[in-house]
T-cell receptor, first 113, second 115 residues
Framework: SAVISQKPSRDICQRGTSLTIQCQVD?????MFWYRQQPGQSLTLIAT?????????ESGFVIDKFPISRPNLTFSTLTVSNMSPEDSSIYLC??????????FGQGTRLTVV | GENVEQHPSTLSVQEGDSAVIKCTYS??????FPWYKQELGKGPQLIID?????GEKKDQRIAVTLNKTAKHFSLHITETQPEDSAVYFC??????????????FGTGTLLAVQP
């Protein structure tokens, strides 16, 4: 498996502001993913972030709202922009090892007030 | 696109009993089916997975079965213990063959093991 560290682990933010979440992996990985988990719900993929290419966003998610950076093979950031209370969720980064096995960070619990 | 349904949404068992969680998927191109355990305040943890060329896989008290024809797969936990209490998610992807590794998750099952 991989050790995946996310920062911050939780935050309370004012509406209209932005928060950048960092994801650090202890090994080089090609494929990284960002997921959202709304309270009491399942995980929904926001985007795929492969190093060396633009992030690919899923339906319902746009780059202006969730810009992603992937500067190298061990690091990525997800920004939640112009936040509203509906953005209150757990945001999780994930990496894929051995072709298909996906491992997750501990998540960032975001509350927008 | 792929859709994964999961049942039941909640499951309560007595310690030592077995627990079974079932998932169905819609896209016959899906070829990889992992199961995750998520404890409160933590990220999902991969506990077992199965590829589409295998019908069953077992790891100690945990087993997963796959029926490709019916497009459903199940998680079986035997001799449940209180520490098995968590939310369990099934997922599906077309990861093998390199098409895409994105996971489509089921809706989750809250398992409570009563001591």
């Amino acid at each position: 498996s991989a050790v995946i560290s996310q920062k911050p682990s939780r935050d309370i933010c004012q509406r209209g502001t932005s928060l950048t979440i960092q994801c650090q992996v202890d090994s080089q990985v090609t494929m990284m993913f960002w997921y959202r988990q709304q309270p009491g719900q399942s995980l929904t993929l926001i985007a795929t972030a492969n190093q060396g290419s633009e992030a690919t966003y899923e339906s319902g998610f746009v780059i202006d709202k969730f810009p992603i950076s992937r500067p190298n093979l061990t690091f990525s950031t997800l920004t939640v922009s112009n936040m509203s209370p509906e953005d209150s969720s757990i945001y999780l980064c994930s990496v894929v090892l051995r072709t298909v096995e996906a491992f997750f960070g501990q998540g960032t619990r975001l509350t927008v007030v | 696109g792929e859709n994964v349904e999961q049942h039941p949404s909640t499951l309560s068992v007595q310690e030592g009993d077995s627990a079974v969680i079932k998932c169905t998927y819609s896209d016959s191109a899906s070829n990889y089916f992992p199961w995750y355990k998520q404890e409160l305040g933590k990220g999902p943890q991969l506990i077992i997975d199965i590829r589409s060329n295998v019908g069953e896989k077992k790891d100690q008290r945990i087993a997963v079965t796959l029926n490709k024809t019916a497009k459903h797969f199940s998680l079986h936990i035997t001799e449940t213990q209180p520490e098995d209490s968590a939310v369990y998610f099934c997922a599906a992807s077309m990861g093998y063959g390199g098409a895409t590794n994105k996971l489509i998750f089921g809706t989750g099952t809250l398992l409570a093991v009563q001591p």
